[in-house]
C-alpha cells in the first residue's frame, strides 16, 4: 500500500470563484479553497514544485486556459514545474501538448447522468479519443455517488475505461454545505466497497482519491478499501507518506501510467 499526502501540490484557480455551471454538488465551493492563479511564484519561492491546474468551467463545460498557457510555459521552464491539469470536459486539448505533465478527468458512462450534474451534453468517450490523440499520461477519476449520492454509472464506466486506462482514482460523494446536495447521504459504504472490489478486478491499479467524506465515515472506507487499492490519499491510520503531491503524479512516475493508454 503507499500512502499520498496530497498537500505538497498547491491547487490553482483559473477563475477565482466563478464557475458558469454552478452544479449542484460544488457551487463553486472548493474553488474557494484554491490559490489563484497570480499566487504560483509565491508559492515556487516557498519551495513547492507541483500545481494542479484547475477552475471553474464555462457553460460548454471547458476550463479557459488560453490566455494563461503562455504563462504558464514560462513559469514551467524557470523553475522545472510540475502540471497536473484538470479538463473538464473539452472539444480540443492539443494545447496542452507542451506544458501538462499529467491530465485528470473526470468520467462519466452515462451522458444523462453527466447531463444532470452539470447542465451540458458531452459525448463522455469522446474525451478518451482526444487524450489517446495528445499521448500525454492520463489518470481517469470517478466519484462515486455523485448523483445524490446514489450510485448509478459507476460500474459501466469502470467497464469502459479498463479497455484504455491502466489506473483508476475513485473518489467518494461528498455532501457539501451550502450546495442543493448537501442533505444527500454519501453513498452506504457497504456499496462503494463493491465499486472499488470492482475495479480491482479490472485495473493494474486503484487508488482512492483525495475526495472522502469525513469523520468516521472515512475511516470505515478506508479499512473497508485497503485490500481493493494500491494507492491511499490522505490515510486516516497512517501518517508515513511515501509520497507527496497529487496522486495522479505519482501515478505518472511511479506506476508507469506512461503506458497507461492500452
Known amino acids: 500500500m503507499v500512502f499520498v499526502d496530497p498537500s505538497a501540490t498547491i491547487p490553482i484557480t483559473l477563475t477565482g470563484d466563478f464557475c458558469a455551471l454552478n452544479c449542484p454538488h460544488c457551487k463553486g465551493h472548493y474553488l474557494r479553497s484554491m490559490k489563484p492563479f497570480s499566487q504560483i511564484e509565491h508559492y515556487v519561492k516557498l ?6 491546474i484547475s477552475g471553474g468551467l464555462n457553460k460548454t463545460g471547458e476550463l479557459p486556459y488560453n490566455e494563461y498557457l503562455e504563462r504558464l510555459k514560462e513559469l514551467k521552464n524557470e523553475y522545472n514545474l510540475s502540471y497536473n491539469f484538470h479538463v473538464g470536459f473539452p472539444s480540443k486539448i492539443e494545447f496542452l501538448a507542451d506544458v501538462a505533465d499529467v491530465i485528470s478527468f473526470d468520467f462519466f458512462a452515462d451522458r444523462k447522468i453527466l447531463k444532470k450534474i452539470y447542465g451540458i451534453e458531452y459525448e463522455p468517450t469522446k474525451l478518451i479519443q482526444l487524450l489517446k490523440d495528445l499521448q ?3 489518470v481517469p477519476h470517478i466519484t462515486i ?8 454509472h459507476e460500474f459501466d464506466a469502470l467497464k469502459i475505461l479498463k479497455d484504455h486506462f491502466k489506473v483508476v482514482v ?5 455532501p ?8 444527500f447521504p454519501p453513498p452506504p459504504i457497504e ?24 469523520g468516521e465515515y472515512r475511516k470505515k472506507l478506508q479499512q473497508m478499501v485497503s485490500k481493493y487499492v494500491d494507492v491511499m490519499v490522505k490515510p486516516v491510520s497512517n501518517k508515513i507518506y511515501h509520497h507527496q503531491g497529487c496522486c495522479a503524479f505519482f501515478a505518472t512516475k511511479g506506476l508507469g501510467v506512461f503506458e497507461n493508454v492500452r
Open 136 to 138: 500525454i499520461s492520463a
Open 47 to 52: 519551495g513547492y514544485k507541483s500545481f494542479l
Open 176 to 183: 457539501t454545505f451550502g450546495t442543493p446536495f448537501e442533505n
Open 145 to 152: 455517488g455523485i448523483d445524490h449520492g446514489v450510485i448509478t
Open 191 to 214: 456499496k462503494v466497497v463493491e465499486v472499488f472490489e470492482a475495479a480491482n478486478l479490472l485495473f493494474d491499479k486503484v487508488i482512492l482519491g483525495c475526495m472522502q467524506p469525513k
Open 170 to 174: 475513485l473518489n467518494i460523494f461528498i
